[in-house]
């Protein structure tokens, strides 16, 4: 293991440290809206599988990705290839795309509510919304046995002092979902979110309301969130062009700045969903800042006597009471989140 370290390494570890961050993000974001049964079924159900597809794409790039790439335990990797490759691709491909599957529900969702209200109700029962997360998951296990069943994976070396792994050869059906279904449900999420926003705006100038005032920050918010899928998914064409058409004699990508680009497409995109939705949904930092005050005062009383104990807690209870600093924007957001 080499002790310099490039930019690349360095952006890699800038990641992994938000990474604890995003899952109390996660966590605190999950109580936030779980315990609202007035919120849409399908959005709530899609919030928390991709809260769970987070998490476990956080943990393999912790305990493999990482390691392998920082060149720890290199004897491990080369025995340990093909089982640890499966295990990485199917996060990439069947884990990855699911997140986009899941957050093109809630787009699609959030449209069909806002533009076809009488409509959605009918249609997007509970039991419906079950059927199209079964879908979804159904996706994800077939996609996970296709990778475990049919495609060879090892690891290789990336550098000489690091390891990394993929499919042994080009997998056509892998490489057309990297380079299409990708594509496709990104294209078909942002159009949702263009066409949401196009109504809300075109709405508060014919009733004059404030809604799309009120409610632009969500729709810009969510734009936002899909960025680095986006910049991940440019590369991918790239390196498809790169590989498969050698004629058009285009510059090699840089390896360690491509899986960077990887990392920043998976991991990335769900450590800035956790903060845009932190700073779009006020609310969500309560349950956050419980749980960080909690912990505060627990270290504090190991350290203070028995007669401090009550001041620390009125202290914790003053400090998880919510902020109301922007009523109008809250309660927006509230009633439309109600109705999808």
Same mark, same amino acid.
């Given at each position: 293991?080499s002790?310099t370290?490039t ?5 890699s &570890?800038?990641i ?7 899952v109390l993000?996660d966590?605190?974001?999950?109580? /936030?809206?779980?315990?609202k049964?007035?919120l849409?079924?399908v959005?709530?159900?899609s919030?928390?599988?991709?809260f769970l597809?987070n &998490?476990?794409?956080?943990? =393999? ?7 392998a !790439? ?8 080369? $025995?340990?290839?093909?089982v640890v ?5 199917s996060t ?10 899941? *957050?093109?529900?809630?787009a ?7 533009v076809w +209200? ?7 029962s509970?039991? @419906? ?6 879908v979804? $998951? ?9 990778? $475990? =069943?049919?495609?060879?994976?090892r690891?290789y070396?990336?550098? @000489? =002092? %690091?390891?990394?792994? @993929?499919t042994?050869?080009p997998?056509i ?8 279904l990708?594509?496709i449900v ?6 949702c979110?263009?066409?949401?926003g196009g109504?809300l705006?075109s709405?508060s100038?014919?009733?004059? *309301? ?6 632009k920050?969500i729709i =810009?918010?969510q734009l ?8 991940l998914?440019?590369f991918?064409?790239?390196?498809n062009?790169?590989?498969?058409? +050698?004629?058009?004699n ?8 491509y899986y960077?680009?990887?990392?920043l497409?998976n ?6 969903? !956790?903060?845009?939705i932190?700073?779009?949904? #006020?609310?969500? $930092? ?8 909690? @912990?505060? %005062?627990r270290?504090t009383?190991?350290h203070s006597q028995?007669? *401090? ?7 914790v209870?003053?400090?998880?009471? #919510? ?6 924007t809250?309660?927006?957001v *509230? /009633?439309?989140? !109600?109705?999808?």
């Open positions: 293991m002790l370290t930019w690349t390494q360095a952006a &570890i800038f992994d440290l938000c990474m604890p961050f995003a993000a966590v605190s974001i999950y109580r /936030t809206f779980g315990q049964s007035s849409c079924h959005f709530l159900m919030m928390q599988n991709m597809c &998490i476990f794409m956080y943990l =393999i790039e912790l305990l493999f990705k990482d390691p !790439s920082f060149g720890w335990f290199i004897p491990f990797w080369q $025995w340990s290839g093909k490759g499966k295990l990485v691709v990439l491909h069947a884990w990855g795309n699911s997140m986009l599957l899941f *957050s093109m529900v809630i699609f969702s959030r449209m069909w509510c806002i +209200p009488v409509s959605f109700k009918k249609k997007w509970v039991r @419906n919304a079950r059927y199209v997360n079964a979804v $998951w159904g996706y994800l296990v077939v996609q996970s046995l296709h990778i $475990w =069943i049919f495609v060879d994976c690891s070396p990336k550098t @000489n =002092i %690091s390891y990394t792994f @993929n042994v050869t997998n059906l892998l490489n057309l979902q990297s380079t299409y990708r594509n990104l294209i078909f999420t942002v159009l979110y263009i066409i949401l109504y705006r709405y100038r014919m009733a004059n *309301s404030t809604l799309w005032r009120n409610t920050r =810009i918010s936002l969130i899909v960025i680095p899928r986006v910049i998914s440019g991918t064409i790239y390196a062009l790169e590989a498969f058409f +050698p004629e058009l285009l510059v090699p990508l840089d390896l360690e700045f960077l680009i990887i990392k497409g991991v990335g995109y769900g450590i800035l969903a !956790s903060i845009v932190f700073y779009v949904f #006020p609310q969500t $930092w309560q349950p956050f800042k419980r749980v960080i005050c909690r @912990n505060a %005062s270290s009383d190991k028995a007669g *401090s104990a009550p001041t620390s807690v009125v202290n209870t003053n400090l998880a009471q #919510p902020r109301n600093r922007s009523p109008p809250v309660v927006t *509230s /009633t439309i989140d !109600s109705q999808f």
